[in-house]
């Protein structure tokens, strides 16, 4: 009997370990939210994307709504640019297609040069590219607006610049946001293996927003 007890101490205290070991695992996996943050009354109040109203290629107004109870990537580009655009939109492009059936995955692109980017000219790049207007959004605005909202909620940068190609510069950031608006995640999308990261990032947000 003694010895059944024994086993069966042993047993219990095993369990405890390997679930004290997965319960560490899980919070492992959880992704940090970025940016500044402050404690009101014992909460912690994080950063978030403020509201934001932009026109995508079909003249749909895209606001936050626009990705209520789903996650998404965000970028900042022109398509006129030479320089490092056509490589991040082909990373892109493999993010797309990985997530192209899941509802609950969205892509929002937002124009630096919008007196250059219509929404004719944001429609027939899209077109180019072979996405869905309904899952990739490619915005344009005001340009104050989307150097504001880049530089000072996304922590991208996207700014003015007449020494460089194409007379703007923007970082090659794609950032991944979560339901609640919260940045997850911040990527060079000029490199394969960032992106892959980014992937397997997204992964982790869906399970752990659709357990």
């Known amino acids: 009997m003694k010895l059944i007890k024994i086993k069966f101490t042993l047993y219990l205290g095993l369990l405890l370990i390997l679930a004290a070991l997965s319960s560490c695992q899980e919070e492992e996996e ?43 990537v965000a970028d900042f580009f022109f398509t006129s640019c030479p320089t490092i655009c056509p490589k991040m939109k082909s990373q892109m492009l493999r993010v797309y297609k990985k997530y192209q059936g899941n509802d609950n995955v969205k892509f929002l692109s937002h124009s630096i040069d919008p007196a250059h980017d219509t929404v004719a000219v944001l429609r027939d790049y899209a077109e180019r590219l072979g996405v869905d207007a309904g899952k990739w959004h ?3 605005g005001d340009r104050e607006a989307i150097f504001d909202i880049a530089q000072n909620s996304y922590m991208a940068s996207a700014l003015e610049d007449e020494a460089e190609p194409g007379g703007l510069v923007h970082s ?7 339901s609640q608006r919260r940045v997850r995640g911040h990527y060079d999308g000029t490199k394969a293996e960032e992106v892959d990261q980014l992937m397997r990032n997204m992964d982790l947000l869906l399970n752990e927003e659709n357990p």
Do not use: K
């Open 30 to 72: 959880r992704l940090p939210i970025l940016g500044p943050r402050e404690v009101q009354e014992g909460d912690t109040l994080y950063h978030t994307i403020p509201d934001f109203a932009f026109v995508d290629q079909d003249s749909t107004l895209v606001t936050p709504e626009t990705f209520q109870g789903d996650i998404y």
């Open 138 to 140: 490619f915005v344009t």
């Open 172 to 178: 090659g950031a794609f950032l991944l946001i979560d």
